[in-house]
């Protein structure tokens, strides 16, 4: 049997852990979309302005 005989790995094959979201801690399965804040993974635009001390606001009010 030489080297090449078995190929490759099947990437599809390839078991990923799950991710958690950073700011309320849901899983995230492998092809879901995801914001990086910072080397943080976050599951959507509200939880990754909630991890990054985001308050909403209206304009002219400070």
Known sequence: MDRFSQG????QEIEC???????????????DSIWNCGGDICCSADCAARHMGAEEGTAGEA
Request: charged residues 20%; contains cysteine.
């Open 8 to 11: 490759l790995p099947d990437p």
């Open 17 to 31: 852990e799950p991710l958690c979201c950073a700011a309320c801690l849901c899983e995230i399965e492998p092809g």
